[in-house]
């Protein structure tokens, strides 16, 4: 062989061991800072399941799931119940085809109990419009928007801006408050607040080291690295906001 060749064909071996290592290592620096760790399933009975808008007393199990999602009477007494426009009604999952909206209020709160003071949840809201009250109000040019609490701390501002675009908003937290959780949808002017389902899930407490009592850390992405079934609370990417 060539003398060229081989330091060339050695020069791409190093290349790629050190490709190799870098990766390796920046995972095991993701893993200890963050606090990624395989560990078994919290148990779901803790979980509580929310399908906004579906009517006083009723509950169904998610197909996909086989998680029990329950009506949010027992959370809020305030608000109206809507479904979707039957336009949209066979495009989406159970849980977002109704939803509880708020026109007669400036601020509107669901309470979550029981939780456990000082143990980390995470907190999972969804807003599908779906055009359900007839106006066509979400739109780009001027998007329906409220803001979104978590118990007194302004989380973000949901803008809706495609009336078939399902919106989350997502943060991991330390329960401050003893027994429950609050989340509130404050009405700015700017279009009647609404929510579609509502998810609190405990975690271990091991995970997720940056958050305390002083602070969360809210979705900013989430990507498939390539995972051929749906992974929801791993393969993430967080940013850090003050609580």
């Keep these: 062989m060539p003398i060229q060749l081989e330091k060339q064909l ?4 190093s290349s790629g061991s050190s490709y190799y290592w870098f990766w ?3 995972q095991i620096l993701l893993i200890n800072v963050l606090g990624f760790h395989c560990q078994p399933p919290p148990d779901a009975s803790s979980f509580i399941s929310i399908d906004c808008g579906i009517g006083n007393g009723t509950s169904y199990i998610n197909s996909t799931t086989g998680l029990t999602y329950v009506s949010d009477d027992a959370y809020i007494d305030s608000g109206k119940d809507y479904t979707i426009d039957l336009t949209y009604l066979s495009s989406f999952q ?3 085809t109704t939803l509880r909206s708020f026109p007669d209020s400036t ?3 669901y309470t ?3 939780v ?3 143990y980390k949840y995470l907190v999972r809201a969804y807003f599908l419009y779906g055009n359900y009250d007839g106006l066509h109000k ?3 040019i001027k998007p329906l928007e409220f803001d979104v609490y978590i118990d007194v701390n302004m989380l973000m501002t949901m803008s809706i801006q495609n009336e078939s675009v399902t919106y989350r908003a997502e943060v991991v937290i330390v329960a401050v408050a003893n027994n429950s959780v609050s989340i509130c949808l404050v009405n700015t002017g700017n279009g009647v607040p609404f929510i579609s389902s509502l998810e609190l899930r405990r975690i271990d407490s091991a995970l997720y080291k940056l958050v305390n009592n002083s602070f969360y850390l809210q979705v900013y992405t989430r990507r498939n ?3 051929t079934q749906t992974i929801r609370s791993v393969m993430c990417v967080y940013i850090y906001i003050t609580y």
């Design 138 to 140: 979400a739109n780009t």
């Design 116 to 118: 456990v003071q000082y």
């Design 94 to 96: 159970q849980e977002l």
């Design 107 to 109: 601020r509107s709160c």
């Design 24 to 26: 390796l290592l920046l």
């Design 112 to 114: 979550l109990r029981p």
């Design 225 to 227: 690295l390539g995972a």
């Design 10 to 13: 050695a020069t791409e071996e």
